[in-house]
């Protein structure tokens, strides 16, 4: 007989399909609002499984059948998480890209590379890479441009200085 209380995996794993299903969710807006907050604290609780904190040496096992679970092609997480990552709040979406780095690192255990690559259609697309490679165009694009702006402040202020 199951346990009538859910593990922290089991419940991570289910608030997230919840949240990340609100987030799109049309028929309710103030759900759909609401959803990115909600989202910030799943993420951060499946953050603290795979990688602990200052208090908490994560748990291996944990790690893994967490692992497991966004990788289950039946409910397709690691795709959802790739693909609503620019939906997040600026933390979750920091703890997704470190979530996410987990899980690819380890591909030869979890066979992420696997479960990557059968997303791949017939024509060579693959929503994965392709988000990713979206996501990091896009901080690129934001590092640059915040450099750019720094060293033209600091001309500013020197020349400011000079004068």
Do not use: W
Request: hydrophobic fraction near 35%; charged fraction near 25%; aromatic fraction near 8%.
């Amino acid at each position: 007989m199951k346990s009538m209380i859910k593990g922290p995996i089991n419940h991570s794993i289910e608030t997230l399909t919840k949240h990340l299903n609100a987030l799109h969710c049309d028929k309710n807006p103030e759900k759909q609002k609401r959803a990115p907050a909600k989202l910030t604290n799943d993420i951060s609780q499946i953050h603290l499984l795979c990688y602990g904190d200052v208090d908490k040496i994560p748990n291996a096992e944990h790690a893994t059948k967490l692992v497991y679970k966004l990788l289950d092609p039946k409910e397709n997480l690691f795709m959802k998480l790739t693909n609503n990552i620019k939906y997040l709040e600026f933390d979750a979406k920091k703890q997704t890209s470190d979530i996410l780095n987990y899980v690819i690192r380890r591909c030869n255990k979890n066979k992420s590379h696997c479960y990557i690559n059968s997303k791949t259609d017939r024509n060579g697309h693959n929503p994965i890479i392709n988000v990713l490679f979206d996501q990091f165009s896009c901080f690129k694009i934001i590092k640059l441009t915040n450099i750019c702006q720094s060293i033209h402040f600091k001309i500013h202020s020197y020349e400011h200085h000079i004068a």
